[in-house]
């Protein structure tokens, strides 16, 4: 009985032992080194509150910030962007600010507070077409047509030209344009390549004659004229009646160049060269220089600037220029049946100030900016407030006055019988 008393007290013992040693067991802290790396790591760095969707206005690298035209809005807004901005293309590989180009639809995130910008990635849900310059566009209707293409102008559409936002009559067809569309709406319009203007002086001996300047104009030359040409470098001749001069000339967008074409040498002798027509239809007419001209035999010429109109019943009228070397050249035309609809030109008669006349006497009237000079397709009106003999089709107009920025605007004249008025605002002082 003592025997089975102790073992039970034993038991008991070490019962108590055993519970006592667990409850004083304590587990020790592991101490870890952490390099900088690993901390470094664990920064996650805070998710932007603001996102858009926008068309980049325009970049400065020098001050690190980039313009963006806000589509809804019709806003502009300025970010700052540093070496932690994330920018990519629309395949999501990486890009440097200076790549970015203007007119880009983006999609950006940013800090709205600090206006710092976080991430941006060019999209790839609109279409962009760029080097345009094969385009129509009707401002009134909002229309562009390009690549065979009719396209709507959205209402909140950005139309830029050198960071700065235009209307679409102020688009020239001398410009050359980047275009961003999405089914068939323009979201978006950048001249890429603009325009500047030249401007004759000393043109009295070439009145009635024709200048050229390089392969984007021709014009009849009149008393007073202030030409739209595309920026870049082109040779500019002049001619009438066997009487020529060139003169290498730079064009700038924006900028006005002069050139004094009196200093050309009048020659005495006309040169002239022969030109054999091919014309078909046999029946067709050739008129040169507005008289009509017969062509079975080699038509002698001056040297210089003509142009010729060919025409025929059920044909589409051909309107172009030739210019006349020394040489005899062969000439191949060939009309377009008509489909009895219209008559097309492929170059489109210059306006002179002579020929803006319209038979029924009705008026376009350019009431501002006041004082400032008008022309009308190249060719000078008058002082603003003027006007002109209303006549159907577009027209390009240029105000012009000393000491501002020259700006020229795309009017569509219809055939209504009325008068009609256009007030433009202030020019901008260089």
């Known amino acids: 009985m003592n025997q089975r008393r102790s073992i039970f007290l034993f038991t008991i013992f070490l019962c108590a032992f055993l519970l006592a040693g667990c409850g004083s067991r304590q587990e020790m802290p592991v101490t870890a080194e952490v390099s900088d790396t690993q901390v470094q790591s664990t920064y996650v760095e805070p998710m932007a509150d603001s996102y858009d969707e926008a068309l980049l206005v325009d970049i400065n690298t020098d001050e690190s910030t980039i313009r963006f035209y806000n589509l809804q809005a019709q806003k502009t807004y300025t970010l700052q962007y540093d070496s932690a901005t994330r920018i990519k293309n629309r395949h999501g590989d990486e890009l440097v600010a200076g790549q970015l180009s203007c007119g880009d639809p983006v999609h950006i995130t940013f800090f709205h507070d600090t206006k710092r910008l976080q991430s941006l990635q060019i999209s790839s849900d609109l279409q962009v077409d760029s080097g345009i310059t094969d385009f129509e566009i009707n401002s009134a209707s909002r229309t562009m047509t390009y690549g065979a293409d009719q396209y709507q102008i959205a209402k909140n559409a950005m139309i830029l030209s050198g960071g700065s936002l235009l209307e679409a009559n102020e688009i020239q067809p001398a410009d050359t344009l980047k275009v961003v569309s999405k089914d068939h ?46 920026e870049g470098d082109y040779t500019l001749y002049i001619s009438k009646n066997g009487m020529a001069g060139s003169e290498d000339i730079s064009v700038k967008a924006g900028e006005e160049t002069l050139v004094d074409v009196s200093k050309f040498e009048v020659n005495k002798d006309k040169e002239t060269g022969k030109i054999i027509f091919t014309i078909s239809p046999a029946k067709a007419e050739l008129y040169i220089d507005q008289e009509k001209t017969l062509y079975d035999e080699p038509v002698e010429l001056t040297c210089g600037i003509h142009q010729i109109r060919v025409q025929a019943d059920g044909y589409k009228t051909l309107t172009q220029y030739i210019k006349v070397g020394t040489a005899t050249a062969n000439l191949n035309v060939e009309l377009e049946e008509s489909d009895g609809k219209d008559t097309t030109s492929t170059v489109t008669p210059s306006v002179s100030k002579n020929s803006i006349d319209a038979s029924d006497g009705y008026r376009v009237y350019i009431e501002a900016p006041t004082s400032a000079e008008l022309y009308v397709d190249g060719a000078y009106v008058g002082i603003i407030p003027t006007d002109f003999a209303k006549k159907e089709g577009t027209h390009i107009i240029s105000l012009r006055k000393d000491g501002c920025q020259t700006r020229s605007y795309t009017l569509e004249i219809d055939d209504t019988k009325k008068d009609v008025r256009y007030s433009f605002s202030d020019l901008v002082s260089k």
């Open 185 to 230: 709406q323009i979201m978006g319009i950048t001249v890429e390549r603009g325009h500047g203007y030249v401007r004759l002086s000393g043109q009295d001996n070439f009145v009635d004659g024709f200048v050229e300047i390089g392969t984007a104009v021709i014009k009849r030359v009149t008393e007073e004229m202030l030409l739209v040409v595309p």
